[in-house]
């Protein structure tokens, strides 16, 4: 395909209109250590208030490093194994034990089995998804619903409901409940999980999971229903790594993705959906859930991870820096949330000020990648599910039967994972790098906001498959407005074969109220930096 030829080698130098600016490290937020003084792991935050606090109770910790590593150290520590991971496991570390443990040679970085939830708080017209499943989308383009490609959704299950009936291909329990007898381990809080292995046939007791798949590939009687999918071709992998109230824990994200790159021939697996997120502890390089994302990038998965949200605090004060796990991975598309005013018109379209600001903590990365309609979103309702029972004011009836409403920057990461699929059917062979590189650079920038609100703005599915294919892209027309095309991406960390610090291209970068051109860098109104 034309975009095969243009992105090959996943590097900057791309025959794309290309200006490139590279970046410095980012210093909107002060850099903090997140190893204990005088210890050689690196600690997550959790890990090392429980040292510094004196916890008497028992740490679930997540331990790097090969199984023979793994045995050596829970001999030495008198560890208890209660998970083997691919890179690693879930091991009780009694308290007595942890400092020993963070201060051991042969240990580089420990995490605790913190708790991740869903982002709750699209319409396929206002991206242009609709005018790409039919045929001549582009003169000698045929139709695209993202047929043959995988979509492992990695969330609170999926209910076998009509509009995804005959497309739930695999569904697998990773929580604590798919134990036969339910029983919950350990005393600690953050123990509670499963021991290894998933049930077969998982349903969705949340709710969650099933309304992400149905944003992503719901195939509803008609073209004209409100809850069909942006690739309706596609098929679904269910995961479930959170329990009816919406939460879970890290070890079992980590065990779902890692069975997600096992399986991912036998079940054409292209692309994760994380529309969840957890607390930042430590660097992006040290976190669990996070390692396990970068495998998969590296196994060629594209992994979309919501950008979480914590935009704004109880006053309603924005929040910069609060960019949630996994979201501020490198090797994530991280997606904000749009508000689309329950129109199609992108004219109007906001960021949400729920919608988790960049960069992250820590490293400083620009995030989120991108922005999706993620607000008001009308989807599929799992029947008898928590949020249907709890929230009955989120229920609604259509013609199609009831619905559940849902806001959050897990809807538009849904939106985000299913213009993939579209993507992947057109250009089968793209790599994680290209997918991301050609989402981004067919998203259209929104005034007034900067890289850190909404990337490289809006998500526009027809501008992004029209110049992949080689088609004029520069404008498109959705719900009869022209949309331009904002011809900007940006890569952070280690990306493809090169290893860059923050580099952004493309006509023109938008970074807070400021446009960057040339050598020279403005960040917000007051820090000026060149070469």
């Not at 992006?284 to 979309?304: I, S």
């Not at 919608?355 to 991108?370: A, E, M, N, V």
Request: proline share 4%; with cysteine.
């Amino acid at each position: 395909m034309a975009f095969e030829q243009r992105a090959a080698a996943s590097s900057p130098a791309l025959t794309w209109p290309a200006l490139l600016v590279c970046l410095g490290a980012a210093l909107l937020l002060p850099p903090t250590s997140v190893s204990a003084q005088g210890r050689r792991a690196s600690l997550s935050l959790d890990l090392a208030d429980r040292i510094q606090g004196g916890s008497a109770d028992t740490a679930c910790v997540i331990l790097p490093g090969s199984q023979e590593q793994i045995d050596t150290l829970a001999t030495r520590h008198g560890l208890r194994v209660r998970k083997r991971l691919a890179a690693g496991a879930l091991v009780d570390v009694p308290a007595a034990s942890l400092p020993s443990l963070a201060a051991d040679a042969g240990v580089g970085s420990l995490s605790g089995n913190y708790r991740l939830k869903t982002h709750m708080a699209v319409t396929t017209v206002a991206i242009g998804a609709d005018q790409l499943w039919q045929d001549g989308w582009a003169p000698g383009e045929r139709g695209l619903t993202g047929a043959g490609i995988g979509v492992a959704v990695i969330d609170s299950g999926v209910a076998e409901v009509p509009e995804l009936r005959g497309r739930i291909v695999a569904s697998l329990d990773f929580t604590a409940d798919a134990k036969p007898t339910g029983q919950r381990l350990g005393r600690a809080s953050d123990c509670v999980t499963s021991s290894g292995g998933a049930r077969v046939r998982a349903g969705d007791e949340n709710g969650h999971g099933t309304h992400v798949a149905g944003i992503i590939a719901a195939a509803g009687a008609n073209r004209k229903d409100t809850t069909r999918g942006v690739a309706p071709g596609a098929h679904i992998i269910s995961l479930r790594v959170l329990d009816a109230g919406g939460g879970g824990y890290a070890g079992d994200v980590v065990e779902a993705i890692e069975w997600a790159i096992a399986n991912r021939v036998r079940y054409r697996i292209r692309v994760l959906n994380l529309s969840l997120g957890g607390p930042v502890l430590q660097k992006a390089a040290d976190d669990p859930v996070n390692q396990a994302v970068e495998r998969a990038y590296r196994e060629g998965l594209v992994v979309f991870a919501s950008a979480g949200n914590v935009g704004k605090d109880a006053e309603g004060h924005e929040i910069l820096g609060a960019v949630t796990v996994p979201g501020n991975s490198p090797y994530a598309i991280t997606v904000g949330a749009l508000n689309t005013k329950g129109t199609a018109f992108r004219s109007d379209d906001e960021v949400t000020t729920y919608s988790s600001r960049g960069p992250t903590q820590f490293d400083h990365l620009i995030k989120p990648d991108l922005v999706a309609p993620g607000n008001k979103i009308v989807g599929l309702l799992a029947p008898g599910s928590t949020l249907a029972r709890e929230h009955p004011e989120l229920v609604i009836d259509t013609v199609e039967g009831k619905r559940l409403v849902l806001s959050g920057t897990s809807m538009a990461t849904a939106v985000g994972a299913g213009t993939s699929a579209l993507f992947l059917e057109s250009s089968s062979q793209a790599s994680p790098f290209e997918v991301r590189f050609a989402l981004q650079y067919g998203s259209s920038l929104l005034p007034g906001r900067g890289l850190v609100h909404q990337g490289t703005g809006s998500l526009n599915a027809l501008a992004t498959l029209a110049a992949a294919t080689g088609q004029s892209a520069k404008s498109t027309l959705i719900a009869g407005e022209t949309v331009g095309m904002g011809a900007t991406a940006f890569a952070e960390g280690e990306v493809g074969a090169v290893s860059i610090n923050h580099v952004v291209w493309g006509d023109h970068v938008v970074w807070g109220d400021h446009v960057v051109w040339g050598d020279h860098v403005v960040w917000g109104d007051h820090v000026v930096w060149g070469d």
